[in-house]
């Protein structure tokens, strides 16, 4: 089973700053998706950004980047210029590639890092 | 854009009551999730369906039923609820085709509090 860790349960930035969620994940398998999500307070979660693990070129989204390296098993987030509306509970999570029905699409999330920016 | 509806934003139940949560999508999606959200332990899957009437347990199924007779609908039935199943709920669902990108798509979530 894969398991997803995010070490840092908060993390706190000023507007315009630039900070930088940690994400490690466990895994035997070779093809994955990997996945950024977005849960503003009160509010629906979103997807951020996605990064599949054939690429080797880092998924980027606006002001949100990754740095995804695969023989580390590490998909970091960096969020550029930071807005107050970034403020948000933002989890990773990890989806394996598979071709049965009944197991295509499952995701496994992270405890999640809660990002406060402050003016 | 994307549609995933839950029937309620916030409930309130006592303890041995069933409990259904409803989830509807308006994309067509074949999956559809249905997730437990605590802090500090992220979302754990309860329950995953990826066609009408097929349902795949999770992580965490103990407790919990699920029903899917229509494409679109995908209920969560708490058979006899116990204040450890107070929680946030969060409906998922996603289409199957390679070209979807495998992206999830969420419902705004249930606060259920079971007294």
């Known amino acids: 089973a894969q398991t997803v860790t995010q070490s840092q349960p908060e993390m706190s930035v000023q507007e315009a700053e630039t900070v930088t969620l940690s994400c490690t994940y466990d895994t035997s398998e070779n093809n994955y998706y990997l996945f950024w999500y977005k849960q503003p307070p009160s509010r629906q979660m979103i997807l951020v950004i996605r990064?599949?693990?054939?690429?080797?070129q880092n998924a980027t989204e606006n002001r949100f980047s990754v740095n995804f390296q695969k023989a580390a098993k590490s998909f970091s987030l960096k969020i550029s210029d930071s807005q107050l509306g970034d403020t948000a509970m933002y989890f990773c999570?990890?989806?394996?590639?598979?071709?049965?029905?009944?197991?295509?699409?499952?995701?496994?999330f992270g405890a999640g890092t809660q990002v406060v920016v402050t003016p | 854009d994307v549609k995933v509806t839950q029937s309620s934003r916030y409930l309130v139940k006592r303890t041995g009551e069933k409990v259904f949560l409803e989830c509807v999508q308006d994309?067509?999606?074949?999956?559809m999730f249905w997730y437990r959200q605590d802090p500090g332990l992220g979302l754990r899957l309860i329950y995953f369906?990826?066609?009408?009437?097929?349902?795949e347990k999770g992580d965490i199924p103990e407790g919990y039923s699920v029903s899917r007779e229509k494409k679109e609908r995908f209920s969560l039935i708490l058979e006899s609820a116990s204040t450890n199943q107070t929680s946030m709920y969060l409906c998922a669902s996603s289409h199957r085709l390679a070209t979807s990108k495998n992206i999830q798509y969420f419902g705004a979530g249930t606060r259920l509090s079971v007294l």
């Open positions: 999570a990890f989806m394996k590639h598979a071709r049965r029905a009944d197991s295509w699409g499952k995701f496994q």
């Open positions: 994309m067509d999606h074949e999956n």
């Open positions: 990064q599949e693990a054939y690429k080797q």
């Open positions: 369906s990826y066609d009408v009437k097929m349902k």
